[in-house]
């Protein structure tokens, strides 16, 4: 059971409470129609799958309901950072793991 | 190396087990190799076991970042099926129950191949029907699969509790009766044996940094923890870690991994007679020839390569083992573990050749690569020596996310009303 | 004959307990186990091992005993398998049995296996079994499989109910033994929420054997009670007979504390088990070490156990576990074992110790106790058939084994040191540093917040212990702010030790042929980790699997690091080279239920019920479930079958007028300016131009192109849409559309509230439904100029405030009424009575589904899997031709999703007139051999409606330009011919729709 | 909509712990709205809690656009907000869910059996969502000793049976 920080209620709870929503930063392209099937492949299905740092997205489904991203390393599954959706990608190297 | 059987064990009781051999040598890595596979899961064992044995490649090295079978292979519970709903899909997993039937022989290793049928329960209206569907498919592709009514079912698990007040009743059941297990260890040191035996190195410990390419694009070799081996092939078999090695090759995979967990229950006495899958309350068990009862869990909701899981998932795969076998409440749990699974969108896999030269990759099985181990083996193997699919594997292309063209065996057995 | 020794142990004297063992009446007392009540009797024979069937007794005392393993229970359903004896406690009618034997546990046919024993080495059934090919499904593996098991399962259903709770704490500690007090009380008193948790009946470790000790000046057990009343007044939670099971992510560790199993009687309302989920800031693990045996022949005879285990049955448990043993060590700690049983009378018979020197105050000792001494001497054989009578000895000078002597004895106490017990840590992925001079892994690094104190680090000795355990509090607090300096301790007749490590002991015989035990349970011996070595086996985890070493139901805490000494010797490595199998969760084994908790029966998984659920249990209703709801799904008159009942169902509502509860169906209010233009980008169909008071069907795709769920959309005003969902896909849809909402277009001016549960739902359908409710609406006139189909409006329906909507699912007029939930059933009986002039009829899914097929409306999930879309499915008019864009445009454009062949929804009339199976699968030539080319399959299927002739809905390759042809559905027992046509069997005009046409 | 608060008080459980109540229905609005909150609060009549968590007034901040207010005239809110010049939602959702109203010496220690998050650290005077045994509910911590929680109306049984069991389960430990 992981910890989460959910940068809007500025808690830090318990995964229960959240459900998590994939590879962040992929964004829709504004006009799908231009996309060629290699475009749109990638965008519905090619992933990271980074081992290490990974943007990801979660969701505090229990609780304030909102879509949020985080910086995650998935070989420790510790939180480096999380932030709200819409707001850059972070800078990894201002980003250092440390214990909770 | 020893031929197994029962007089070569006698023989070894009266002089103290004097006689026997080991199964594989402990390789070092050559400069160069005709194919590399990446990974000696038993996926990859085969691979290189059907490349020696039946396309006269032996300059082949399997190279694995820890001990062979350490990954999915030795991790896994074992249930072996071909009851699957699409014709690719059928095609495939039953070629891979034809192989397990002959296994034991083919590799003069038993690998316990027990055809204890797999009854998968329905909860709903809507699993009667998607299982009605898979059985009509089977049918006529072959497979064999039939429906049996609750009592039936009951008569051929009795510890299933088919009481119509149970919060997910037992409406019935699709039951392969060629289906079972095997004893997973045994496949990848039988398939490592044989290999080996046929001038395969199998080089453990050895992490595969980098695929590196010729100016080209075409493979050129692999760059290791033992320095760079050069290889006109490299067949890519990693399961949860494809992703990484295919990265470096600039191969981007739709793949995911998810961490997946199993438990064993302490051993009893025979109880439970085939195995059970219930997709409704996410409850799958067998019982091993030791007496453990084996029990599969599901994947966490992220992505992981941390093999830790969570406690909260394991208290939701008792609770259904509970819920459809009430019995079981006072057993206690003995052991729990965690692996990696590789996780394409349509949850079927890809058996494929890549955009580069001489670069193949099976990968995206999901929790179901175990059973398909002799199958995703041979036709990998055949895909990698003829640079060409066998017509089996053909369909599991990276293509399909392309145009469209899934093997959706998850959205075909989807819920919703 | 007694072995209890008076004025010796914790057991309470004043209270006798009998309990039964296979049958006999047992007494012991208050405190005792059953392992200590048996052998105060003198009876070390508890069990049967595994592979051989050899008599076991036990070797340990704790819960990391791996012999002693028995059936235990209570009542009826109160039967649990392998229970461990040194861990049951007494209590009044506990009835226990031994295990895996036949017919009795001191005449086992199955100990035959034990003269097969050359044969049964490591990996045999890898080699055999394999001829003829059939005989391994017909004779062998039924063979092994019965050989399986050691106890039996529990056969009937447990009556009793398990529980668990969440705990959030600053400080954990884990072992409450000399070092996890001393932790305890370094953090009590600083206003932190302490937690001080053991698996054992009472806090102490080793103090309960260890009262020799004097801590500050005041003895063991002294000092532990005034202790714990001190930790108790400082507001730390002492917890006993809990065990920590397992060390997750981000310091969560699952406990589970027995409640019940030692009480006579269980109280009410009381779980025999709690799981605690607990997060701490700060976890001490100080679960000290646990003693190793040593590797010889005949080394798992009974009476052969471990010394430190001696001396906890005797001080703790007052028994004395042999009168004449012999101690057999290669450590310092056994000496003492030796002291102690001397000092309750035993005639210790010698010490045996492997080491060629020995502290000589430990001689002295002996001396004093006229204890014969022995060094530089190994052990090589046991005699005894069901108890230990002898041990041979043999002199070693370098590497030659001189001839053995017999020692007469009637207990083997034996030592091989101490190994740190390291589960917990290594769960959190923590890493392990092999140290050579204690020749043991310890603790190195982890992620979690986490330290360790005492044995558990390789700290010998209470005042060790002590120290390090404060010490290591203090740094937990120091983490938490809460800087300190660590309490000393100063310990008098402390007990601290060395001792040195072995492989298998050396040997005058031939070792191949030993039967010297690693893993008593499993019956590996060093023979089999030394031939799995030679066949290739390179690692331990191959060793371990290879061999089934550290495999049984202690999971290795007694031969793991035995199994890695001998396989790294037998390598010629260092043993990190060789590692070890990781530790995995539980630490001990854990009751299924304990993990259920409170998740079983009805409360398993929540049962969804509508407001008007009730009225249709009480008139009958047979349900499905359908994902979390539980839906009517027929309402069955006496002697009716569903069919019977669908039929009538159907031809009332067609014929009149049907009732029927949709309030499963997913509802979500899309409000604010904007609710228009999203609308409109989530659904295939055009929406920016629907009128208020107008509904539209929707269909929703993902943007992979494929059909996800549909659902009818009414504009209650410009900026306040009612979205209906199907009632499996409400929570996914809602996820999905705050997903494009909050992270695509965050500009939008919107928000969605879901109504599911706002609103209760009744569908009228009939031609008499609108005469039946214009009496209860008398603010809108109901007819088709004033109200068309797919109207919606706000207004009261028999009082009620109302959204009231103009759709039909049927074919027939209909009617949805949604009023405020908790007012759902009174409508419904509103209704119910105004509809007795019309014979009204409640009808449930199945006749829904009935009526729908038969005007070709599709269900998602059943009609369509997710590989359909809106085109296959025949909708192409519900995709908006002029949108620039909506979700699943693009994916719905891919080559294969347009390209020719593609299944399409079509419907099926069978020639014979019979109904076909839904699943059912299509081809075009029915003559072709297996494997067959299939081109469809039948999705939906119905012969209770009122068509006259049974009706279905299929997806077909090319389905839409085939109408007319006849296609096949083999069969198993013959071959179905049917002729594709329309989806609509009924109306196709849609006049009966209309108000005022149909009746 | 006064037709919903005519449902009874009903005590499930009581006893020396804790006791559990279904308490009458109240009417209760869900608002959702962003950016200046100025022409809503005039209309309100109060300001809005922007902390999540926060509650002034019986209106609880929810999410970083969301209000849940409880009311006894919603009718009236309804209509003072129907002309406020900025967008939002305001949904009756008054049918939608029961409430719960747990009491006692270890009303906090009931809550710990269905749910994960610190219930010692919820501040007197707060609410928010939370899940209690895998089902969304609103929580509210009105005093130490006692708590609301809200949820749907079909979850409601599971929660009260939980409830329930727990609620003996820590009078049988007090005994």
């Given at each position: 059971m992981l910890l989460i920080h959910c940068p809007h209620c500025e808690e830090t709870l318990p995964e229960a409470e959240f459900a998590y929503a994939g590879q962040a930063h992929i964004v829709r392209p504004?006009?799908?129609?231009?996309?060629?099937d290699e475009q749109w492949e990638e965008f519905l299905f090619i992933r990271e799958?980074?081992?290490?740092a990974h943007y990801e997205r979660w969701r505090h489904l229990h609780g304030c309901g909102r879509f949020f991203n985080a910086v995650r390393d998935?070989?420790?599954?510790?939180?480096l950072t999380t932030y709200p959706s819409g707001t850059p990608r972070p800078?990894?190297?201002?980003l250092t793991e440390g214990k909770a | 190396m020893t031929r197994f059987n029962a007089f070569a064990l006698l023989k070894n009781a009266l002089n103290g087990h004097k006689g026997w051999t080991e199964q594989w040598p402990d390789s070092q890595p050559k400069k160069e190799y005709d194919v590399i596979i990446v990974g000696a899961g038993g996926h990859g064992l085969g691979a290189a076991y059907y490349l020696a044995?039946?396309?006269?490649?032996?300059?082949v090295a399997v190279i694995d970042?820890?001990?062979?079978?350490?990954g999915n292979t030795g991790r896994n519970t074992t249930i072996i099926r071909s009851?699957?709903?699409y014709d690719e899909s059928a095609r495939l997993f039953d070629h891979a129950v034809d192989l397990w039937e002959n296994l034991s022989q083919e590799l003069n290793y038993?690998?316990?191949?027990?055809?204890r049928g797999v009854l998968m329960l329905a909860h709903n209206v809507h699993d009667v029907q998607s299982f009605t569907r898979h059985i009509h498919a089977n049918r006529l592709n072959g497979v064999d699969n039939r429906w049996l009514t609750p009592q039936e079912c009951k008569d051929y698990c009795p510890p299933l509790n088919i009481s119509?007040?149970?919060?997910?009743?037992?409406m019935g059941g699709a039951l392969q009766e060629r289906a079972g297990t095997a004893r997973h260890d045994a496949v990848a040191w039988g398939y490592a044996r044989g290999a080996a035996e046929r001038g395969v190195d199998i080089i453990q410990n050895?992490?595969?940094?980098a695929i590196r390419r010729n100016a080209d694009g075409s493979v050129a070799g692999v760059e290791t923890a033992k320095g760079f081996i050069k290889a006109k092939k490299v067949a890519v078999?990693?399961?949860?870690h494809t992703s990484t090695v295919m990265q470096t090759a600039d191969v981007r995979l739709p793949l995911e991994s998810y961490p997946l967990q199993a438990l064993v229950s302490e051993p009893v006495k025979p109880i439970f007679p085939c195995v059970v899958m219930s997709n409704a309350v996410h409850a799958y068990i067998s019982q091993s020839d030791k007496g453990e009862l084996v029990i599969g869990s599901g994947t966490d909701q992220y992505t992981s390569y941390s093999q830790r899981g969570g406690l909260p998932l394991i208290e939701h795969t008792v609770a259904a083992i509970t819920e459809v076998?009430?019995?079981?409440?006072r057993m206690r749990m003995l052991r729990k573990w965690g692996g990696i699974v590789d996780v394409t969108p349509d949850r079927s896999a890809i058996i494929s050749k890549t955009p580069v030269q001489g670069l193949y990759v099976n990968c995206?099985?999901?929790?179901?690569?175990f059973k398909a181990t002799p199958g995703a083996a041979h036709t990998f193997a055949w895909t990698v020596a003829k640079d060409e699919p066998h017509p089996i594997n053909a369909?599991?292309?990276?293509e399909r996310f392309r145009t469209g063209r899934l093997i959706d065996e998850a959205a075909a057995a989807a819920v919703a009303h | 004959m007694s072995y209890r020794i008076p004025g010796?142990?914790?057991?309470?004297?004043a209270q006798p307990i009998r309990f039964t063992f296979d049958g006999h009446d047992v007494e012991g007392f208050r405190g005792d186990t059953v392992a200590s009540a048996l052998l105060a009797q003198?009876?070390?024979?508890m069990g049967r091992s595994f592979k051989y069937h050899r008599p076991r007794g036990p070797v340990?005392?704790?819960?990391?005993?791996?012999?002693?393993l028995i059936g235990t229970r209570?009542?009826?359903?109160?039967f649990e398998p392998n229970t461990r004896a040194t861990m049951q406690e007494l209590r009044k009618g506990l009835e226990t049995t031994s295990q895996n034997k036949y017919p009795s546990l001191k005449f086992?046919?199955?100990?035959?296996n034990d003269a097969a024993y050359m044969l049964f080495?490591?990996?045999?059934y890898y080699k055999t079994f394999?001829?003829?090919?059939n005989f391994w499904h017909k004779v062998y593996e039924p063979f092994i499989r019965a050989a399986a098991g050691l106890g039996v399962s529990p056969t009937e259903e447990d009556p009793d109910v398990y529980a668990s709770r969440n705990m959030h704490c600053d400080v954990l500690i884990v072992g409450a033994g000399p070092s996890g007090l001393a932790a305890a009380r370094q953090a009590a008193g600083k206003g932190l929420k302490v937690v001080l948790v053991d698996?054992?009946?009472?806090?102490?470790g080793t103090l309960l054997s260890e009262p020799q000790a004097k801590i500050d000046g005041v003895a063991a057990w002294d000092w532990l009670s005034s202790t714990l009343a001190e930790l108790e007044a400082a507001g730390v939670k002492v917890m006993t007979r809990?065990?920590?099971?397992g060390y997750y992510h981000e310091n969560f560790i699952g406990m589970v504390e027995r409640l019940?199993?030692?009480?006579?009687e269980v109280p009410q309302d009381t779980p025999r088990e709690r799981m605690w989920r607990v997060r701490a800031k700060q976890v001490v693990l100080a679960q000290g070490a646990l003693e190793k045996p040593l590797v010889f022949?005949?080394?798992?005879?009974?009476?052969?156990?471990?010394a430190g285990s001696a001396q906890t049955f005797l001080?703790?448990?007052?028994?004395?576990?042999?009168?004449?043993p012999v101690v057999l060590t290669s450590h310092d700690s056994a000496w003492y074992a030796a002291f102690d049983l001397a000092g309750a009378?035993?005639?210790?018979?010698a010490i045996v110790d492997t080491r060629a020197e020995v502290r000589a105050d430990l001689l002295d000792q002996a001396k004093a106790l006229n204890i014969p001494v022995k060094l530089s001497h190994t052990a090589t054989a046991t005699s005894g058939r069901?108890?230990?009578?002898s041990l041979r000895v043999n002199k070693v000078s370098g590497s030659t084994v001189s001839a053995g002597s017999e020692i007469k004895c009637d207990a083997v106490l034996m030592s091989g040191g101490w190994t740190p017990s390291l589960h917990l840590f290594s769960h959190t992925k923590g890493k392990l540093a092999w140290d050579d001079d204690l020749t043991t892994f310890l603790p190195s690094d982890t992620p979690e917040d986490c330290v360790i104190a005492g044995a558990g680090r390789g700290l010998w000795g209470i005042e060790a212990a002590l120290a390090d355990g404060a010490a290591q509090a203090q740094a937990a607090l120091d983490a938490l702010g809460q800087a300190g300096d660590a309490a000393s301790y100063a310990v008098d007749e402390d007990r601290p030790g060395t001792g040195v490590m072995h492989k298998e002991l050396p040997t005058d015989k031939q070792p191949g042929r030993a039967?010297?035990?690693?893993d008593y349970q499993n019956d590996v011996t060093a023979k089999d980790l030394r031939l799995a070595v030679k066949e290739g086996m390179r690692s331990i985890e191959h060793v371990k699997r290879y061999t089934?070493?550290?495999?049984?139901t202690d999971q290795g805490k007694m031969s793991n690091i035995n199994g890695l000494n001998i396989a790294a010797d037998a390598l010629g490595k260092k043993q990190p080279q060789v590692g070890l199998t990781t530790f995995r969760p539980p630490y001990t084994p854990t009751t299924f239920g304990a993990f259920a908790g409170y998740h079983r029966?009805?409360?398993?998984e929540v049962t969804r019920k509508t407001q008007i659920d009730a009225w249709a249990e009480e008139n009958g209703a047979v349900y499905e479930p359908v994902g979390q709801w539980r839906r009517a799904r027929y309402f069955p008159k006496s002697g009716e079958d569903m069919d019977a009942a669908v039929k009538r169902e159907c031809a009332a509502t067609r014929s009149s007028v049907g009732i029927f509860d949709a309030s499963t169906l997913g509802k979500i209010e899309v409000v604010g300016p904007d609710a228009a233009e999203f609308v409109n980008r989530m659904?295939?169909?055009?929406?920016?131009?629907?009128?208020?008071?107008k509904c539209r069907y929707g269909l929703l795709c993902g943007d992979d192109g494929f059909i996800r769920d549909d659902g009818v959309i009414g504009r209650?005003?410009?900026?306040?849409f009612h979205v209906t969902t199907t009632t499996g896909g409400a929570a996914r849809v809602l996820n999905m559309m705050e997903d494009y909402l909050q992270t695509?277009?965050?500009?939008?001016d919107v928000w969605l509230t879901s109504v599911t549960e706002q609103w209760s739902t009744i569908a009228l359908n009939g031609p008499n439904a609108a005469k039946l409710l214009q009496p209860l609406v008398p603010?809108?006139?109901?007819t088709e100029e004033n109200f068309p189909h797919m109207s919606c409006a706000e207004v009261d329906v028999a009082g009620i405030p109302a959204r009231l909507w103009r759709v039909s699912f049927t074919g027939e007029i209909g009617f949805e009424v949604n009023v405020p939930a908790p007012l759902g059933r009174q409508l419904w009986e509103t209704l119910w009575e105004a509809g007795q002039q019309y014979d009204i009829c409640a009808y449930g899914t199945e006749t829904m589904h009935v009526l729908r097929a038969e005007k070709g409306y599709i269900i998602v999930g059943q009609d369509?899997?997710?590989?359909?879309?809106p085109f296959d499915a025949?909708?192409?008019?519900?995709?908006?031709?002029?949108?620039?864009?909506?979700?699943g445009m693009r994916g719905m454009a891919r080559p294969d999703l347009v390209a020719k062949g593609r299944r399409q929804l079509v419907g099926l009339l069978t020639e014979d007139g019979s109904k076909l199976e839904e699943g059912a699968q299509i081809v075009?030539?029915?003559?072709?051999?297996?494997p067959m080319k299939m081109v469809g399959f039948v999705t939906s299927s119905y012969d209770?409606?009122?068509?006259?002739q049974p009706i279905a809905l299929a997806l077909v390759e090319g389905g839409q330009d085939r109408m007319g042809e006849t296609v096949y559905i083999p069969m198993p027992d013959r071959t179905i011919a049917a002729k594709i046509v329309s989806?609509?069997?009924?109306d196709p005009e849609n006049n009966r729709l209309k108000i005022g046409a149909a009746a | 909509m006064n037709a919903l608060t005519s449902f009874p008080t009903e005590t499930l459980v009581s006893n020396a712990a804790v006791s559990v109540t279904k308490v009458p229905h109240r009417a209760r609005l869900s608002l959702r709205a962003r950016g200046d909150l100025g022409p809503l609060e005039r209309a309100l009549g109060y300001s809005l809690p922007r902390k999540i968590g926060g509650v002034t007034l019986g209106t609880a901040c929810l999410g970083p656009d969301e209000w849940i207010i409880m009311t006894d005239d919603a009718a009236a809110i309804m209509a003072a907000c129907a002309s406020v010049d900025l967008p939002h939602s305001l949904v009756d959702v008054s049918g939608r869910e029961i409430s719960f109203e747990i009491e006692g010496d270890r009303a906090g220690e009931l809550l710990t059996l269905g749910c994960?998050?610190?219930?010692?650290a919820i501040a007197d005077g707060t609410a928010r969502r939370t899940v209690f045994d895998g089902v969304t509910v609103t929580l509210w911590?009105?005093?130490?000793?006692r708590f609301r929680i809200d949820v749907w109306n079909s979850f409601a049984p599971h929660v009260a049976h939980l409830l329930e069991i727990g609620a003996r389960e820590l009078a049988a430990e007090m005994a």
């Open positions: 504004a006009d799908p129609m231009s996309q060629t799958n980074a081992k290490g998935t070989v420790s599954d510790r939180f800078d990894l190297s201002t | 044995k039946q396309h006269g490649i032996t300059n970042k820890g001990w062979l079978g350490g009851n699957y709903l038993n690998v316990m191949y027990s055809r119509a007040n149970a919060r997910y009743p037992v050895c992490a595969v940094t078999s990693a399961a949860g076998f009430p019995i079981f409440n995206g099985w999901g929790t179901g690569g369909p599991f292309t990276m | 010796r142990g914790r057991i309470d004297r003198g009876n070390h024979l340990a005392a704790g819960s990391e005993e791996p012999n002693a209570r009542g009826k359903g109160q086992d046919v199955g100990a035959v080495s490591a990996g045999f394999m001829w003829p090919r698996e054992h009946s009472e806090a102490g809990t065990t920590a099971i019940t199993d030692h009480l006579d022949h005949g080394n798992d005879r009974p009476g052969v156990m471990l001080n703790r448990f007052g028994v004395l576990v042999g009168k004449r009378g035993a005639q210790v018979q069901l108890r230990v009578s039967k010297a035990f690693v089934t070493n550290g495999m049984a029966g009805s409360h398993f659904y295939t169909n055009p929406f920016l131009k629907l009128a208020p008071g209650i005003s410009d900026d306040r695509e277009w965050p500009d939008l603010d809108l006139v109901l369509t899997d997710g590989t359909v879309t025949g909708m192409g008019w519900a995709v908006g031709k002029k949108k620039a864009d909506f979700v075009l030539d029915p003559n072709q051999p297996i209770q409606g009122t068509v006259g989806t609509i069997f009924v | 994960p998050r610190d219930i010692d911590r009105d005093t130490s000793e």
